[in-house]
C-alpha cells in the first residue's frame, strides 16, 4: 500500500516562487513514477507534471512549462514540485500521485496512489 503526504502549500503573490514536497511510504518506490495534479472547484483533476522512476525523464502541462520542475529524491523518497513565476490561475489544491508503472504519464486514471493534497493560493 502506498501512502503520500504533500506539503509546502500555501498563500503567495503573483511572481512568487513556491515548493511543494511530497513524501512516499510503501512498497516499490524505485520502480514507480510521480506524478502532481491539481484541481479548483468544480472542475476536473488537471495534470502539471511526472517524472520517471529513474529521475531522468519528465513531463509537463504547457500551462507550467518552463515555471515549474519536478524532481525526485531517491534515497529520500520524496518528490518536488518547484513552481517559478506563479500566477493567479495557478491557485488550486495540488495532488501528489504515484502509478504502478515507472515512465511518466498525464492522465489521472494511471495513477493509483494518491495524496490528501496542499492547497496553493496566488493572489494578484
Known amino acids: 500500500q502506498v501512502q503520500l503526504v504533500e506539503s509546502g502549500g500555501g498563500l503567495v503573490q503573483t511572481g512568487d516562487s513556491l515548493r511543494l514536497s511530497c513524501t512516499f511510504s510503501?512498497?516499490?518506490?524505485?520502480?514507480?513514477?510521480m506524478g502532481w495534479f491539481r484541481q479548483t472547484s468544480g472542475k476536473d483533476r488537471e495534470f502539471v507534471a511526472s517524472i520517471d522512476w529513474s529521475g531522468g525523464a519528465t513531463l509537463y502541462a504547457d500551462s507550467v512549462k518552463g515555471r515549474f520542475t519536478i524532481a525526485r529524491d531517491n534515497v529520500k523518497m520524496t518528490v518536488n514540485l518547484q513552481m517559478n513565476n506563479l500566477k493567479t490561475e495557478d491557485t488550486a489544491i495540488y495532488y501528489c500521485a504515484s502509478r504502478g508503472g515507472p515512465h511518466p504519464a498525464s492522465g489521472s486514471r494511471d495513477y493509483d496512489g494518491w495524496g490528501r493534497g496542499t492547497q496553493v493560493t496566488v493572489s494578484p
Open positions: 510503501g512498497h516499490a518506490w524505485s520502480s514507480r513514477a
